[in-house]
C-alpha cells in the first residue's frame, strides 16, 4: 500500500446520493462501479489480499439501483 490515492466515489442508490472515500492503487470507471457495488452491498470485497473476486460490472451493479457512479482523487 505504499503507492496507494484517496479517491471519492459518488453514486446514486435507487435515487438516493451516496458517498464514499477509499484508499486504493489506481481507480477508473470499472474499479469505481465495483467499488461502489461494494458499498451499496451488493459487489463482493475478498478475505484475503490474493483472493480473486470477480467485479460488479455497470450492467450488474444497475440490475440493483446502482446509477450515476462517479470518482476523482481526493484533494
Request: with cysteine; hydrophobic share 40%.
Amino acid at each position: 500500500m505504499i503507492n496507494t490515492t484517496l479517491f471519492v466515489i459518488e453514486y446514486t442508490l435507487h435515487g438516493v446520493p451516496k458517498s464514499f472515500i477509499i484508499r486504493h492503487e489506481k481507480m477508473d470507471n470499472a474499479e469505481a462501479w465495483h467499488w461502489a457495488s461494494c458499498d451499496a452491498g451488493v459487489g463482493r470485497i475478498g478475505r484475503f489480499v490474493r483472493e480473486k473476486v470477480k467485479k460488479t460490472s455497470m450492467p450488474q451493479a444497475q440490475k440493483f439501483g446502482i446509477e450515476n457512479v462517479t470518482w476523482r482523487p481526493t484533494r
